[in-house]
């Protein structure tokens, strides 16, 4: 599993948003490439949660070669890449509910 859980998440969306313009002919290229690199950050991020598992229960049922080290530090990078998703999320959400409340 990569370390830089986070900073590929935050790397992945900065590089969508370079590539898109503010305002986008049609809207479809910068919402495309905007979308498949969050739904990519996404996927990493269950994919340490899942990892995360497999390691906890491993490490409950005596498994060799499975460290309280290596779970723990596969935990906490699964509770890091959920928070910064979260927080993407969530400044998604302000963003939206900010311009559905701009007058026109």
């Known amino acids: 599993m990569d370390v830089r859980i986070t900073s590929g998440l935050l790397q992945s969306l900065q590089g969508a948003a370079q590539t898109g ?4 002919p049609k809207g479809a290229v910068a919402g495309a490439s905007f979308a498949n690199a969050l739904g990519d950050a996404l996927k990493s991020v269950s994919q340490a949660q899942q990892q995360s598992s497999g390691m906890q229960r491993q490490f409950q049922a005596g498994a060799e070669g499975v460290g309280i080290e290596e779970t723990m530090l596969s935990m906490q990078k699964a509770q890091i890449g959920f928070q910064a998703a979260l927080a993407v999320r969530n400044r998604l959400v302000s ?7 701009m007058s026109v």
């Open 21 to 24: 313009s503010p305002v986008a």
């Open 95 to 101: 963003a939206y509910t900010d311009i559905m409340n």
